[in-house]
């Protein structure tokens, strides 16, 4: 094998992965998508950003925190694994909390403690869905600072998220029960 064609073979082989990673991604989302639990969390925005990979609003969730019964030891960054299930309103919440997966739980969620508060055994999470991207040419900037200026109250913001076997998904964002699209559209 000479030297040209041994270049002709590493390029065709590096293209190949750069193909096969995004199709990788996208098969799992639209996995995640078809098979996850749907969950809606309350969400409060915090800010707004644009990235190379798009604008954004951030979120922050009222249900990012657990008690625990047991006296435990919780370390900042450590890997859990969180129960998900549905409260009386029908809203998510976290019901319990794992140090290893479960296999008969499929609405389980992988992610890290943020603090963990000892007098009292309160436990913050990082969720891992904070971040809501949004299509450029369809929502006015303008119209979205709305949800930071407002004098009363915040607008009720709920986040619709996809979660199956650790992985999650944020799919949808309503403001006041609207999608979010909807609500600031560029008309």
Do not use: C
Not at 55 to 67: G, M, N, T, V
Not at 87 to 93: L, N, R, V
Not at 123 to 147: A, G, T
Request: proline share 4%; glycine share 6%.
């Amino acid at each position: 094998m000479n030297s040209d064609s041994l270049r002709r073979y590493a390029l065709l082989s590096l293209a190949a992965i750069q193909l096969a990673l995004p199709l990788w991604m996208i098969r799992d989302h639209l996995h995640l998508l078809d098979t996850g639990a749907e969950f809606r969390f309350h969400a409060q925005a915090v800010s707004s950003g644009s990235s190379i990979s798009g604008k954004y609003i951030q979120l922050s969730f009222y249900a990012d925190s657990f008690r625990t019964v047991e006296d435990s030891s919780w370390r900042e960054g450590e890997t859990v694994y969180l129960v998900i299930e549905n409260d009386a309103t029908g809203f998510g919440k976290i019901a319990s909390v794992l140090r290893s997966p479960s296999n008969s739980i499929p609405s389980y969620l992988k992610t890290n403690v943020r603090l963990f508060l000892k007098p009292g055994n309160l436990i913050y999470f990082n969720f891992p869905f904070d971040k809501y991207f949004l299509e450029e040419n369809k929502v006015r900037e303008e119209k979205l600072q709305s949800l930071w200026s407002w004098t009363d109250a915040p607008p009720e913001l709920t986040a619709i998220v996809r979660i199956h076997n650790g992985k999650a998904l944020l799919s949808g964002l309503l403001v006041e029960g609207k999608p979010i699209e909807e609500r600031f559209s560029q008309e």
